[in-house]
């Protein structure tokens, strides 16, 4: 906008100094009407796309660009009558100053802008760095809880699980242990209830053995007291 303002101001002082004939004024006119809708166009892009707060100073550009053009009109009408004075006057006054109003309240907006764009930055970075941190605290949460669920199973399941097997392993070697967690009511207990009856089961056939094996050793021994009677006549 700010260059459309200066291109437009370039225009006036070339027609003011530099009109010869028909045709160069034409021309001057025309180029002074493409810079017009240039600069209308960049205005109101610039209202579409401006933040709420900056709708008001949005308008009053408008209104700027409508006074400068006012003041050009003027300017090109005092020119085409021959009123040179007129037309100077107008140059270095009303021209001059709507030209100058506008590049300023351009330059105000820029300025405006930047600041809001840095606001919604450092906006932006906070938020990202909170994002960052709540990321961070709900990742360290998650850990927490695999970890707590982790210790709830090895204690509930893995520590019980192994010591039924180092019972189970025992009984098979002939020990004789006690079979733990045979009160409790889920899978564990139903597995170590099953062990308690291969315990007892286990048992049972040893006290069997035993027993057939005393008498194999009275029959034995009988066996060998006769033999050596009927050897000793």
Do not use: C
């Amino acid at each position: 906008m700010i260059d459309e303002v200066k291109e437009t101001r370039i225009i006036v002082y070339t027609y003011y100094a530099a009109v010869g004939t028909k045709q160069e004024e034409a021309d001057i006119r025309e180029r002074l009407a493409k810079t017009r809708a240039a600069l209308a166009k960049s205005v109101e892009e610039y209202k579409q796309v401006a933040d709420e707060d900056f709708k008001d100073d949005a308008e009053v550009l408008s209104q700027k660009v409508a006074a400068l053009n006012d003041a050009n009109d003027r300017m090109f009408e005092r020119r085409a009558a021959g009123d040179m004075a007129g037309a100077m006057a107008l140059l270095k006054g009303d021209a001059r100053a709507a030209s100058h109003a506008m590049i300023d309240q351009t330059e105000k907006l820029l300025k405006e802008s930047r600041a809001a764009s840095k606001r919604q930055a450092e906006a932006g970075e906070a938020t990202a760095t909170t994002a960052t941190y709540l990321a961070i605290f709900l990742a360290g949460m998650g850990l927490a809880v695999i970890v707590l669920i982790w210790l709830v199973i090895d204690r509930s399941v893995a520590v019980p699980m192994g010591r039924i097997s180092r019972v189970t392993t025992s009984l098979a070697e002939g020990g004789h242990v006690e079979v733990p967690y045979r009160e409790r009511g889920d899978e564990i207990g139903e597995i170590a209830e099953a062990v308690e009856q291969f315990r007892v089961a286990a048992q049972a056939r040893s006290e069997i053995d035993a027993r057939h094996a005393q008498e194999q050793e009275v029959v034995t021994t009988t066996l060998r007291a006769s033999l050596q009677a009927i050897s000793e006549g």
